[in-house]
């Protein structure tokens, strides 16, 4: 898969389709309230400034959702769809933003006159950037600590191929050139009362979901997690036979990562229907263009090394009279001759919430498996409470 940019045809093709709705429900169903209807108005002018800057006043990740947000939030509500199919939004998003990086068109960053207050943000992924982004926006004073040595968090775990990391740099330079920002990288904070007896009015927990879920079966220590995978595909490149266990993006994102590195065959092994699979239309069809099987109805019950290569032993499953999946009695078969099995079935959080006063948590690690956008949203909506709570007006410090 490559980044998912418009041509020039596509993109005045996209920009012509719009009905301009009145009610903009595109708007209303984007998680961070970015306007479709008014940044499409804006590029139809060809004002492509004036389009990136509306993007960017509600998302500062706007290019980065543009070439990965799914088609159920603005495109699912695009009353285009009645007619003939919505507008694509995201790809037209990104491509606005594309054009503004590469002409330098965006607008200069507004600084706010710092408020006095201070806010610690722990965790750079798409919450914490959201958290920084508000905050600032209000004049705080950001401390963000990272643990990794970029931003992006779990965007790092998306291909290159559609997500280059250039943009994601991008992006938060952009961001981090306020002088109310300060970073800290490779620095790794887990007692979060101590940054507040350290001076910080807040303390804002955007590390997201750090644990793997788990099949808990034998064998399983055979197999590589997605998100190791993912970080170092070319470490795992093979010409043999793969297999992905889930149905989600970052199964299709392993399927994809696999066959692009030249495996002789990919197959995913999904639990559910074909039709349970929460991808986008977009995936479904980059795992046809890849070639990708996909197993449906079916449960990995235990893997076993043989000489060289992995079998894994499957048995189907079906939905009983109460709509649960149970395990088909007397299914169970023996998949020889896989060189590479990835463990791809989304991820938790690794600790507990402690309610604290002042300490508040944000992303992955509140709603658990989300999209950057709706990650984004939940960062921007705890930095609105936090400067309700703590107040925005300049103190003596």
């Known amino acids: 898969m ?31 309230h970015c306007s479709p209807h008014d940044f499409i108005a804006a590029a139809q002018k060809d004002d492509i400034a004036q389009a990136a800057d509306l993007i960017a006043r509600q998302n500062p990740l706007g290019e980065v959702c543009g070439l990965i947000c799914p088609d159920k939030f603005c495109m ?35 600084y706010a006159p710092f408020n006095g207050k201070r806010v610690a943000v722990i965790g750079l992924g798409p919450s914490g950037i959201a958290a920084v982004f508000e905050l600032t926006k209000l004049g705080f004073k950001v401390t963000a600590f990272e643990a990794a040595n970029t931003v992006g968090g779990a965007l790092n775990l998306i291909p290159m191929a559609r997500l280059p990391r250039e943009i994601i740099a991008h992006e938060w330079q952009y961001l981090a050139q306020n002088p109310l920002v300060e970073t800290h990288f490779k620095t790794t904070v887990a007692d979060y009362p ?11 927990v955007a590390t997201g979901e750090q644990k793997s879920r788990s099949l808990g079966i034998t064998g399983e220590s055979l197999t590589i997690d997605y998100t190791e995978y993912l970080k170092n595909p070319e470490k795992y490149a093979t010409t ?12 299709v994102d392993c399927a994809n990562t696999a066959a692009e590195s030249g495996a002789a065959n990919v197959e995913m092994f999904v639990r559910r ?15 046809l263009q890849n070639q990708v099987n996909i197993t449906t109805m079916t449960r990995v019950t235990m893997v076993v090394k043989s000489d060289d290569t992995l079998t894994a032993y499957t048995c189907k499953t079906q939905f009983n009279a109460d709509g649960r999946l149970e395990d088909v009695p007397q299914s169970e078969i023996a998949r020889g001759g896989f060189a590479l099995i990835v463990l791809a079935l989304g991820s938790t959080r690794a600790e507990d919430l402690q309610p604290t006063e002042n300490i508040f948590y944000a992303g992955d690690i509140v709603t658990g498996s989300s999209t950057a956008v709706e990650a984004l949203a939940s960062g921007k909506q705890i930095a609105q409470e936090v400067a309700k709570r703590i107040g925005t007006e300049r103190t003596n410090t």
């Open 2 to 32: 490559k980044p998912h940019y418009l041509t020039k045809p596509q993109f005045a093709t996209e920009l012509e389709k719009c009905l301009k709705c009145p009610t903009k429900p595109c708007e209303k169903a984007c998680p961070v």
């Open 76 to 110: 699912n509500a695009c009353l285009r769809s009645h007619i003939d199919a919505p507008i694509r939004i995201p790809p037209v998003q990104a491509e606005i933003m594309r054009r503004a990086r590469e002409n330098n068109l965006r607008t200069p960053l507004q």
């Open 194 to 204: 101590a940054l507040l007896q350290q001076g910080f009015d807040a303390v804002i």
């Open 240 to 251: 043999g036979n793969v297999a992905v266990v889930g149905g989600g993006a970052a199964a």
């Open 273 to 287: 229907r074909l039709s349970d699979m929460r991808i986008t239309v977009a995936e479904r069809y980059s795992l």
